[in-house]
C-alpha cells in the first residue's frame, strides 16, 4: 500500500510540472494551474505585477470577462485591466522581494479558479 502511494505522489506531481510549473511561462512568469486554465505571475519590480489570464495551451490571453484579487497576508493589491494582462500594484510597505506569500484568485473568462499560492521572492524550480 505504501508504495502505491507513494507512486500516485510522484505521477501527481509530474503531472503538476507537466503543466509548466517548473519553469517561466511565455511572458516569463511564473505559472500556477488553478483550474481550467493558467495564471502567470510577472514581477515587475519589489510592488507591481503582471498578470496574465491564459487558456490550457498558454496562450489566449484574456481580460474581458475576468477578474483577479491578489493579496499579501492582508495587504489587496490594486490591480487594473490592461489590454492582455493585469497590472497589480501594492502599497509601499510590501516588497515582494521579501520572504512571503502572495494569494492570487482568478476568474478567467468567466471561468472561476481556485486560489493559488506563490512563494516569494518568485523563484523556478530546476528542471532535471
Do not use: W
Amino acid at each position: 500500500m505504501r508504495n502505491i502511494v507513494i507512486g500516485l505522489l510522484l505521477l501527481v506531481t509530474n503531472q503538476v510540472m507537466a503543466h509548466g510549473e517548473d519553469k517561466p511561462g511565455p511572458n516569463g512568469g511564473k505559472i500556477t494551474m488553478p483550474g481550467a486554465f493558467h495564471v502567470e505571475l510577472v514581477p515587475v519590480d519589489a510592488r507591481q505585477l503582471k498578470i496574465y489570464l491564459l487558456d490550457v495551451d498558454f496562450k489566449n490571453r484574456a481580460v474581458k470577462r475576468s477578474s483577479l484579487k491578489v493579496t499579501h497576508g492582508s495587504v489587496v493589491a490594486k490591480c487594473k485591466e490592461k489590454s492582455e494582462h493585469f497590472v497589480c500594484d501594492f502599497p509601499a510597505q510590501i516588497d515582494l522581494n521579501q520572504s512571503g506569500e502572495l494569494k492570487v484568485t482568478a476568474t478567467r473568462d468567466q471561468q472561476k479558479g481556485n486560489p493559488v499560492n506563490y512563494a516569494l521572492p518568485i523563484k523556478f524550480e530546476k528542471s532535471h
